[in-house]
């Protein structure tokens, strides 16, 4: 009936069957973006066992949720984002929705822009995570993107993405990646946010800002700075958070999607097509990771304990980026490292070709993105080795 040919394989997720199909005992998996811990197991954390006892003892119904989710998840994740206090949160000038992870709250937000903005075009940072463009053209827009990462320097194309961000039409919409940019992990300067945001100003652009790894670059405070000079500039803007990463709840698919008006009965009427959006998607959220967070998060104690995991996950992850820049300056010197200690979170362009990732593969079994991500959470002290030795072969 259906005369399809086969659809290629998502990048990132169709690695991880390739992996988990590879009988080799020392394969290593740098492809997609989970935690491991030093053992190489991605840890359920203290805090959401703790919270998941707590739920298995008091839930007393299974009825659905409202439309938006879990009422307290949305007070929380605008505390995280704005911080408790914040006179946006005190002026209701935020309204806060739970998704389906990160990608869902992408989607939810895609919606919301065909009935905002259905003339826009959205346009995403190259590089940029391979979903976003997926996502955003299933929902029916151009896509269109903005220069970003400088192959030359490792570092950010600072020309290149102020002269594209010149070149935005008046009511396009850009998406940002709030800190620990996937894949690179090159993050924008305070100079680029501020040029966002006047390009904004002057243009009614729609900024989308992924905060999908809030707590991995330099915590839950500084990782939300650039967002901050957008809002500091009193732009209206939306921004799609994930739990997956920050507490360790992947498959629970656990985020939320806040929209930022300029007044408060703004906000309430694009909440109200927020909602139309997700009711024709899903009706309503699955509740259990929204009651996860939002027990953790409404309660000290266990805030506190999520706290120093979330510390451990960030610096062990750039511990290993400084073992591995280490491991690569004892081993060669065709290549300096060093820019991998000055990116952020869990990922990093190694700069290889796809000849090498393949190789790699091939030869190590280790498992890289094909445009050259690794996830550097994946590295372990017991791998680390394995992983120099091998890529500074293909070099
Ligand atoms: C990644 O970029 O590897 C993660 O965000 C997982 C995914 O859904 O792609």
């Known amino acids: 009936m259906f005369q399809l040919d086969l659809a290629p394989a998502d990048p990132i997720l169709g690695l991880t069957e390739t992996f988990k199909a590879d009988t080799h005992p020392d394969k290593i998996n740098l492809g997609v973006g989970v935690y491991q811990d030093a053992t190489g197991k991605t840890p359920i954390l203290k805090a959401v066992t703790q919270a998941e006892t707590h739920l298995l003892k008091n839930e007393s119904s299974k009825g659905y949720l409202p439309i938006p989710g879990v009422p307290e998840l949305a007070t929380h994740t605008q505390e995280l984002l704005f911080g408790a206090g914040h006179a946006i949160i005190q002026e209701g000038r935020a309204r806060t929705a739970q998704t389906p992870g990160g990608t869902g709250a992408l989607r ?4 919301f822009l065909l009935r905002a903005a259905p003339k826009a075009t959205v346009w995403l940072s190259n590089p940029s995570w391979a979903n976003h463009q997926a996502i ?5 827009f151009p896509v269109k993107d903005y220069r970003y990462y400088d192959k030359a320097s490792q ?4 020309e290149g993405f102020m002269a594209d961000l010149e070149g935005v039409a008046e009511g396009d919409i850009v998406i940002l990646h709030s800190c620990c940019h996937n894949p690179s992990g090159i993050d924008l300067d305070q100079t680029a946010w501020e040029a966002i945001a006047t390009q904004a100003k002057a243009k009614n652009l729609i ?3 992924d905060f999908a790894y809030q707590g991995f670059g330099e915590g839950l405070e500084g990782d939300r700075a650039g967002l901050h000079v957008l809002l500091d500039a009193g732009l209206s803007v939306l921004v799609a958070s ?3 990463k920050n507490f360790g709840l992947y498959s629970e698919r656990i985020g939320t999607i806040t929209v930022v008006e300029e ?3 703004d906000a309430i009427n694009a909440f109200s097509h927020v909602q139309a959006a997700i009711r024709a998607i899903y009706s309503s959220p699955p509740a259990h990771g929204g009651k996860i967070v939002a027990t953790i998060l409404g309660d000290a104690t266990l805030k506190a304990l999520w706290i120093e995991e979330l510390a451990e996950m960030r610096s062990r992850t750039k511990a290993m980026r400084q073992a591995f820049v280490q491991g690569m300056t004892d081993r060669q010197q065709v290549v300096d490292f060093d820019f991998i200690n000055h990116q952020k979170g869990m990922f990093s362009f190694l700069g290889l070709t796809q000849e090498q990732v393949l190789k790699l593969r ?3 079994h280790i498992y890289i993105v094909g445009s050259g991500r690794i996830n550097v959470a994946g590295i372990t002290p017991a791998n680390i080795d394995l992983l120099c ?4 072969k293909v070099l």
């Open 108 to 111: 939810v937000a895609a919606d």
């Open 136 to 140: 955003f053209e299933a929902a029916g």
């Open 155 to 158: 570092g950010f194309d600072s």
């Open 207 to 209: 900024c989308l800002v």
């Open 242 to 244: 994930s739990f997956s």
């Open 263 to 265: 007044t408060a009965n």
């Open 362 to 364: 091939a030869n190590n």
């Open 389 to 392: 030795d091998a890529v500074t």
